[in-house]
């Protein structure tokens, strides 16, 4: 699904930058994803705009509550202030597109570091980067995350209690774009959530590097899912629902693509008394098939398709994966 909505998302089998939509050839549903996710965020948490706000509990008397509204409206200000200046809106609209397109989405909330503009950090992660599971009461709070440092200093910002091996060192000296591969992990433990974070690739015995551990009285993750079925841990999103029009809508643009280009350089007869071989005719642009000599020279292949047929095909497809993506509704 993120090599056909949106091409420019990573895949889990996709590196960095590397080409992913050499074979995309029709982006409506990019293009259908990309305004469902903006209609969430515009309507759900809009930027500088108070979108929650705080409140006294119903177990405090209605002086108790009055008393309590000044103090908490204030505090909700500071909150949304510190909203306003961090990158919230940059990560939560990639969680968004991670929503729609995967059904599954994980925002990471930190504090961040003394001097910053805000107190707060978030991490959009990357579905590709995290495996996810739920707790025992359901929730799905259980977290797996796999982190990449190119730079030691790096590691050791995020780590600074981190007791390193002496080979790690040579290794990042001799190599200074050495890359580190951490896993963290939150798993739910007695009323709260416990935190640790390894070393990939130690096999997991008893000599793992342990980076950090302590204990969260909540989830630094926030995980949530478009639509949960039954037995399921991940999300389904409206793009999993599309996904055979996307795919066929794609295909018939690129053979309206192919008859465009055959028809710009044609395929050819000419006359040759030789023997022909099926199996060495390729049916591309500018081919020329040989043919029995004094049938009408050189002439271009005639082509049996009817692509005006496809763009009756091609309009339904696109209209059927705008709806299915709400684009019509919401945009």
């Known amino acids: 699904m993120l090599r056909v909505c949106p091409p420019a998302r990573e895949g889990s089998q996709d590196g960095a930058g590397g ?18 996710a903006a209609s969430l965020m515009a309507q759900l948490t809009p930027p500088w705009t108070r979108w929650f706000g705080l409140a006294a509990g119903h177990a405090l008397t209605s002086e108790e509550q009055n008393a309590l509204a000044p103090i908490l409206d204030q505090a909700a200000d500071i909150v949304q202030f510190n909203l306003d200046r961090s990158n919230f809106a940059v990560e939560m609209h990639q969680c968004f597109l991670d929503l729609v397109v995967g059904g599954t989405a994980s925002l ?4 961040a570091g003394p001097g910053e503009v805000s107190a707060f950090r978030f991490t959009a992660v990357p579905l590709a980067d995290v ?171 005639e082509a049996p398709g009817r692509f005006d047929i496809s763009q009756l095909v091609l309009t339904d497809l696109r209209a059927r994966i705008t709806h299915a993506l709400l684009a019509d509704q919401l945009g």
């Open 19 to 36: 080409r992913k939509n050499d074979l995309l050839f029709d982006g409506t549903a990019a293009d259908a994803a990309e305004q469902l």
């Open 108 to 111: 990471l909330f930190e504090e």
């Open 131 to 301: 495996v996810l599971e739920e707790g025992p009461e359901g929730r799905l709070d259980v977290t797996f995350r796999h982190c990449r440092f190119t730079l030691l200093p790096a590691l050791r910002k995020r780590y600074p209690e981190a007791v390193l091996a002496d080979d790690l060192e040579r290794q990042a000296q001799d190599d200074p774009d050495l890359r580190v591969e951490v896993i963290e992990a939150v798993l739910p433990e007695n009323h709260g959530y416990h935190y640790a974070a390894v070393l990939a690739g130690d096999g997991g015995g008893l000599d793992t590097t342990v980076l950090a551990e302590g204990r969260f009285q909540v989830t630094p993750f926030i995980n949530f899912r478009w639509l949960k079925a039954p037995g399921e841990v991940y999300g389904r999103s409206p793009v999993m629902k599309a996904l055979p029009d996307i795919k066929t809508a794609n295909k018939v643009v690129e053979l309206i693509l192919k008859n465009a280009t055959i028809a710009v350089t044609g395929i050819w007869q000419a006359d040759d008394d030789g023997v022909l071989n099926p199996a060495n005719i390729k049916l591309v642009p500018g081919t020329i098939i040989p043919k029995a000599v004094g049938l009408a020279g050189l002439k271009p292949l």
